[in-house]
């Protein structure tokens, strides 16, 4: 059974508890949202298979879960970005967030979001499992689609994207 670690609202570890279980109680557990860019400045988005077990078929940031207990965060989301979408390259965090969002299935996220950022121009051999699709947008044509088509996005990147915009705004290369 996989298991997450639940913090406090200042990522202070209080404990672990079976991953389903944290997600049908709601409770504060630790995760993370991987944002990739290319040369272009595009951003890497993957549609979350249709199968997952919530938001299956969205369209969400390049890569987002949770650290194993005893697991550092950044190397977390190292290992689950190779895992997700077939590839390694360098991270950096950006900052953090947390959120809470309620599905449709009864499931709830909340989570202490660390959110970490990488650039990646190579190929893309994404786990069909976790993967229905994935395409580099640029931040603009994401903002405009997630004003028309909402429903087309996870909630928690509803949430991160418009503060990984004004990160972006800060910091995109010249």
């Known amino acids: 059974m996989e298991q997450v670690i639940l913090v ?3 990522d202070v570890l209080t404990g672990t508890m079976e991953k ?27 549609q979350r298979a249709v199968n997952k077990y919530h938001s299956g078929g969205l369209w969400t940031n390049s890569c987002c879960s949770h650290p194993r207990p005893g697991e550092d965060t950044q190397a ?9 979408m077939g590839f390694d390259t360098p991270l950096k965090k950006v900052f953090d967030f947390i959120y809470k969002a ?3 299935n ?4 909340h989570e202490f979001d660390h959110v970490f950022v ?12 976790e993967v229905s699709n994935y395409a580099y947008h640029s ?3 994401i903002e405009t689609q997630m004003q028309a088509q909402p429903e087309l996005f996870t909630a ?7 503060k990984l915009m004004d990160w972006w705004k800060q910091n995109k290369p010249a």
């Open 8 to 10: 406090n609202e200042n």
């Open 20 to 46: 389903m279980e944290a997600h049908e109680r709601g409770i504060l557990h630790r995760a993370f949202s991987v944002f990739i860019f290319n040369e272009q400045g595009e951003m890497l988005l993957q």
């Open 76 to 84: 977390a989301a190292t290992r689950r970005l190779k895992e997700e």
């Open 102 to 104: 309620s599905f449709e």
């Open 106 to 109: 009864g499931l709830t996220e």
């Open 118 to 129: 990488g650039y990646y121009n190579g190929v893309i051999d994404p786990d069909k499992k």
């Open 139 to 141: 931040m603009e044509k």
């Open 156 to 162: 928690w990147f509803h949430i991160a994207f418009p």
